[in-house]
């Protein structure tokens, strides 16, 4: 079974940026859909973006469009989240999550997911 393991929250102010890691371990990587979700207080989970490992395809939350890319990387067997021009509703626990031989919109939309990692708090504040 895969594995997950985040890197790169923190705190930066307003407008600024941050690149969030998520290394995959495990076999088979390329049968996976994986992407982000967050977490606020008081809020429900929502899913930010996800990538097919094998094909490259993409979702994005509408209201990061334009602000946040996914990518990934077979070789590190990494997925990355660019996140530009952070605002303070960005401010959550991010975690990446993986879902075997399914559909971004199961992943991304429905936040079914076989893994989760253990999270990465990104505040976004002056």
């Known amino acids: 079974q895969v594995q997950l393991v985040e890197s790169g929250g923190g705190l930066v102010q307003p407008g600024g940026s941050l690149r969030l890691s998520c290394v995959a371990s495990?076999?088979?990587?390329?049968?996976?859909?994986i992407g982000w979700f967050r977490q606020a207080p008081g809020r429900e989970r929502e899913g930010v973006s996800c990538i097919d490992f094998d094909d490259d395809d993409t979702y994005y939350k509408d209201s990061v469009k334009g602000r946040f890319t996914i990518s990934r990387d077979r070789n590190q067997n990494t997925v990355n989240l660019q996140m530009n021009n952070l605002r303070a509703e960005d401010t959550a626990v991010y975690y990446c999550?993986?879902?075997?031989?399914?559909?971004?919109?199961?992943?991304?939309?429905?936040?079914?997911?076989?893994?989760r990692g253990q999270g990465t708090q990104v505040t976004v504040s002056s």
């Open positions: 999550a993986a879902l075997q031989r399914s559909s971004l919109y199961r992943l991304c939309v429905r936040g079914e997911y076989d893994k």
């Open positions: 495990g076999r088979n990587l390329r049968r996976y859909v």
